[in-house]
């Protein structure tokens, strides 16, 4: 009998593109597959993959019926997170299912043969799934490029993703290998030595007043972003950029507070905002001063989320609540 990760890589090799499974069992898979170092820890994506589907399927056969695999019925996973168990009563797919989308195959097969660690635990990328599951198709800006990228623009399937990127020679390296990953190119003024003047100018009423960030007299205003960033009702928005672990990195103290005034600035309707690396001082400080404590709806691990309502449709609306 083979081992269990064999035969889960040559079932999914003959059965992913024309799969019987709904999307969700594969967004919890890959998600399984890139929060573990597969180099480290082969099986465990393998066994949560049986162990979801022990009770749906017996014998799965490609889409020309010429290959067949039999899943192992026994295995009993040696610890399967929570998010993952509650999974395995989902209904059966629907006979109508017929293959997941290319974009979202080409996430699969490249976190699944990925040894990268990631930056976000399982935990923390499961805030925002949980999100993305209620909001896509929808409008998601990353301020971040970086190994996760795919995944998220995935995960917004037949949404838009845009990730806003400091260094001009990454853009380029993750172009050539995922072309289709929207990426631009920004600049950042500041420097996380300044972090302390920048809050204290925060305070100003200039920094409060809102209106289109390109045309804010805020010191903390970024004014240089893609003129479609500030024109577009952004759903979902992650700071997970730029720089911020030594002195002289520019700080995400302008991407947090620009991202909170894109927010406050829409029509109508909220903004779910996620901020990682809460644990330095500058994101600490600066998303609750400018995301405000009043609007957090959870922390996770490093990572916090925030949903800010539009103050448009107010404008005596209090920036904090």
């Known amino acids: 009998m083979q081992q269990p990760f064999a035969s889960f890589k040559n079932f999914l090799a003959e059965n992913l593109i024309y799969s019987h499974f709904n999307s ?13 170092t597969l180099a ?9 993959w049986f162990h979801l589907h022990e009770n ?30 509650n999974i395995q009563n989902v209904a059966k797919c629907s006979p109508t299912c017929t293959k997941i989308p290319p974009s979202f195959a080409q ?25 993305l599951d209620q909001k896509s198709p929808c409008n998601f800006l990353i301020f971040g490029l970086g190994h996760d990228s795919l995944m998220w623009s995935a995960l917004n399937f ?30 950042y003024d500041s420097k996380v030595h300044q972090a ?42 992650m700071v997970d950029a730029p720089t911020g672990y030594y002195d002289e990195a520019p700080g995400r103290m302008s991407a947090i507070y620009t991202a909170g005034m894109i927010a406050r600035n829409r029509e109508e309707g909220e903004t779910d ?11 600490d400080k600066f998303s609750n001063a400018f995301l405000c404590e009043g609007y957090m709806v959870k922390q996770e691990g490093r990572l ?14 209090s920036f904090c609540p």
């Open 24 to 36: 969700t069992h594969f967004q919890d898979l890959y998600i399984c597959m890139y929060t573990h």
């Open 40 to 48: 480290y820890d082969p099986i465990s994506c393998s066994e949560i």
């Open 56 to 85: 749906e399927v017996k014998t799965t056969t490609s889409y020309h019926g010429k290959v067949s695999y039999t899943i192992p019925q026994t295995i009993t996973p040696k610890a399967v997170s929570d998010s993952f168990r």
């Open 107 to 131: 996430a699969l097969v490249h976190y699944s043969t990925s040894t990268i660690t990631p930056q976000q635990t399982i935990q923390e990328i499961s805030i925002t799934k949980n999100i």
């Open 158 to 187: 037949n949404g838009r993703t845009v990730f806003l990127e400091e260094d001009e020679a990454w853009i380029a390296q993750i172009k050539k290998r995922f072309p289709m990953l929207e990426s631009y190119h920004v600049t």
């Open 196 to 237: 302390d003047s920048l809050m204290e100018a925060g305070k100003g009423q200039e920094c409060t007043m809102v209106g289109d960030t390109r045309h804010s007299a805020c010191q903390l205003a970024l004014k240089g972003l893609p003129s479609d960033v500030y024109e577009t009702t952004w759903d979902l928005i």
């Open 273 to 283: 905002v996620f901020v990682h690396d809460v644990n330095r001082v500058v994101e």
């Open 304 to 317: 916090r989320h925030f949903r800010i309502p539009s103050h448009k449709d107010d404008p005596n609306k």
